[in-house]
C-alpha cells in the first residue's frame, strides 16, 4: 500500500506531486527548509515538515533530515522529484532500507546510468551508439590531451557523475583544453562529490531530442513519444515541445521502439528520459538517461493527455504498466513549455530577490512554487515558473506560448522572458530550425 | 594611478577567493568566485592591476552592485 508520501524537494514540482498525490487519494507530506518556509503549495500538503537550514545541504540534500522527517510524519514512501536526491542511488537504498516505498526506479538502475562512461557503454553493448567520446580522464597532462586528439576537437568535457550540464565546458582548441579540464574537475567535485572526467565530441549545432519511457516491475517498457528540448542556455533547457518538428513519424517510432527494446531487455523499471542527440545529417546518438521525471514532463502530459506523476506513483506502488496506461497512447496537437528563469535575459546572470508583483497569465498552465510577496532566494535554482500551452498544432502553440508570457506580470526581479519571447519570434524558431546554439545565437551570448 | 572599484554583478555568496591583496592580475582575471542560484560567477577586473583590498570573505552573502575589491591599476 502506499497512503501517504512525503515529497523531497520544494517549488513547482512539490506543487506538482502533491496534487498527484490527491489525485490519487494519497496523503502528501511536504518538506521545506528556513529559506522556504511560508511557501504557498506547503498549505497544499496535509503536513509541513522543517528539514534544516537554507542550503540545500543542509536540507534538502540532507539525507538523514529527509528520512527523519518521513519517520516523524509516518508515510509509506518519498518522491524525490527531480533534482536534489533524485539521482542518488545511495539515498534510495536508504528509503527502501528504512521499510519505504521510494517513488523512482530501483537503485541499481539510478546507479547504472548515474555514471555517465558506464552508462554508454552499456547502452552501446545493446546497439545504442553515442558520439565519439573518451574513458575517464586520468590526471596526466599528457594522456588528457591525447584523448582529447583521438576525438578531434572540437570536444566537450564533461562530469561523469552528474547531468543537467554543470560543470560541462566546451573546448574549440588544445591550448584550452587542460584549464578547462580543471575548471570541470573543481566543479564537478563540488556538485556531483565526484570529480571523474571524460570527453565527448562536440557536434555541429546538434538537436536535442529525448524520449519519454514508462516501465513496470514486470519488464514491460512502453514509450510515450519524444520531445525536442533544444532550445537551451548554459546547456539547459528553457524551451521544449512535443512533437518535435521537421522529423518523419517513422524515424521517431522507430527510435522510440529501439529505445524500448533496450530497456526491456536491461529490465529497466519506472519511468526515464532517454536523451538523445540528433546531428545535421539525421543520425542520433546517446547523450544520457534521467532515470526520475522531467523537468519538461508537462509537454509529454500535454499531448497526451495522461499524468505522468499519477502514472509514476502508481509504478512505484507495483501496478502493472496495462493498468497504468491505456492502449494505445496517442499523441494529439501540440505542446510547448517555456521556463521563466529569475535571471537577467542577456547574460542569464541569476537574480534573486522579492517577488513584489508576481501575477502568472491566467486560462493556461502554470507551474510554480511561487506567490506574490515570496522571496527568491540565492540558494536554489532560478525556475520562476513553468508555462506549458496546448494547441491543435505548432503554429497555434507557439501563439499561446507568447501570448501567455507576454501576460506574465512580474516586479522584483529581473526574468529571462524577454530572450524567451525573442526565441519564439526568431525565424529559425517559427520555422523549426532549431538546434542546441539558437538562443545563444538570438541573445548574442 | 586609478583605483578601481570591483562590484558584484549578481546578489549570492562568496564561494571562494583566488587572489590576495598585493597579488598583480591580468585584465579578466578573476579576483574571486560567488555562487547564486546554483551558479558559480567569477568576479574579474576589466583592467589589470594590483589587488588593493578584498572586501569580502569566503562564505560572506553579497548584494548586487556591492563593491567586494578595490583593484589599483
Redesign the interface.
Known amino acids: 500500500m502506499l497512503r501517504s508520501i512525503l515529497i523531497a524537494n520544494r517549488g513547482a514540482v512539490a506543487a506538482r506531486i502533491i496534487r498527484a498525490c490527491r489525485s490519487l487519494g494519497i496523503r502528501p507530506v511536504a518538506v521545506y527548509s528556513e529559506a522556504d518556509a511560508g511557501a504557498p503549495y506547503l498549505a497544499e500538503a496535509d503536513t509541513a515538515v522543517a528539514i534544516g537550514p537554507a542550503p540545500a545541504q543542509a536540507s534538502y540534500l540532507n539525507q538523514d533530515a529527509v528520512i527523519g522527517a518521513a519517520r516523524q510524519a509516518g508515510v509509506e514512501g518519498i518522491h524525490p522529484g527531480y533534482g536534489f536526491l533524485s539521482e542518488n542511488a545511495a539515498f534510495a537504498q536508504r528509503v527502501i532500507d528504512a521499510g519505504l516505498v521510494f517513488v523512482g526506479p530501483s537503485p541499481r538502475w539510478i546507479e547504472a546510468m548515474g555514471h555517465k562512461t558506464r552508462a554508454r557503454e552499456l547502452v552501446a553493448q545493446h546497439g545504442l551508439q553515442s558520439s565519439p567520446g573518451s574513458a575517464i580522464l586520468a590526471a596526466e597532462p599528457s594522456a588528457i590531451t591525447e584523448a582529447a586528439r583521438a576525438i578531434g576537437f572540437p570536444v566537450l568535457v564533461k562530469p561523469a557523475g552528474g547531468g543537467g550540464g554543470?560543470g560541462m565546458i566546451a573546448v574549440e582548441r588544445e591550448d584550452q583544453l587542460l584549464a578547462a579540464v580543471e575548471r570541470a574537475r573543481s566543479?564537478a567535485t563540488r556538485g556531483f562529490a565526484n570529480g571523474d572526467l571524460y570527453l565527448e565530441k562536440r557536434l555541429d549545432r546538434p538537436r536535442h531530442i529525448e524520449f519519454q519511457v514508462v516501465a513496470d516491475r514486470d519488464g514491460h517498457v512502453r514509450h510515450l513519444f519524444e520531445r525536442d528540448c533544444s532550445v537551451q542556455r548554459?546547456n539547459q533547457k528553457v524551451i521544449e515541445e512535443a512533437p518535435a518538428s521537421g522529423i518523419a513519424r517513422t524515424e521517431i517510432e522507430a527510435r522510440g521502439e529501439r529505445i524500448v527494446e533496450v530497456l526491456s531487455r536491461l529490465g529497466y523499471d519506472n519511468i526515464g528520459t532517454v536523451e538523445m542527440l540528433m546531428d545535421a545529417r539525421g543520425d542520433f546518438s546517446f547523450l544520457e538517461m534521467n532515470t526520475r521525471l522531467q523537468v519538461e514532463h508537462g509537454v509529454t502530459e500535454e499531448v497526451t493527455g495522461l499524468d505522468l506523476v499519477a502514472i509514476q506513483i502508481r509504478l512505484a506502488r507495483g501496478e502493472p504498466l496495462a493498468h497504468v496506461l491505456p492502449e494505445p497512447v496517442r499523441i494529439s496537437g501540440h505542446a510547448m513549455q517555456a521556463r521563466v528563469y529569475?535571471?537577467d535575459p542577456k547574460r542569464f546572470?541569476?537574480?534573486?530577490?522579492t517577488l513584489r508583483t508576481f501575477r502568472p497569465p491566467a486560462g493556461v498552465r502554470v507551474e510554480t512554487g511561487y506567490a506574490e510577496g515570496g522571496q527568491v532566494t540565492?540558494?536554489?535554482?532560478?525556475l520562476l515558473a513553468k508555462v506549458i500551452v496546448h494547441a491543435p498544432d505548432r503554429r497555434q502553440a507557439l501563439a499561446r506560448l507568447d501570448r501567455a508570457l507576454a501576460g506574465f506580470a512580474i516586479e522584483g526581479v529581473k526574468t529571462n522572458i524577454p530572450a524567451l519571447r525573442a526565441v519564439l519570434a526568431s525565424p529559425e524558431f517559427v520555422s523549426g530550425e532549431i538546434d542546441t546554439g539558437l538562443l545563444g545565437r538570438i541573445v548574442g551570448a | 594611478m586609478a583605483k578601481i572599484k570591483i562590484a558584484s554583478e549578481i546578489t549570492g555568496a562568496v564561494w571562494k577567493i583566488t587572489t590576495q591583496v598585493g597579488q598583480s592580475i591580468a585584465a579578466g582575471e578573476p579576483l574571486m568566485i560567488l555562487e547564486s542560484m546554483k551558479m558559480e560567477i567569477p568576479v574579474v577586473s576589466e583592467d589589470g592591476g594590483t589587488v588593493r583590498e578584498i572586501l569580502v570573505k569566503e562564505g560572506d552573502a553579497v548584494q548586487e552592485g556591492q563593491i567586494v575589491a578595490i583593484v589599483e591599476g
Open positions: 554543470i566543479m548554459r529569475a535571471e546572470l541569476p537574480s534573486p530577490g540565492p540558494f536554489y535554482d532560478p
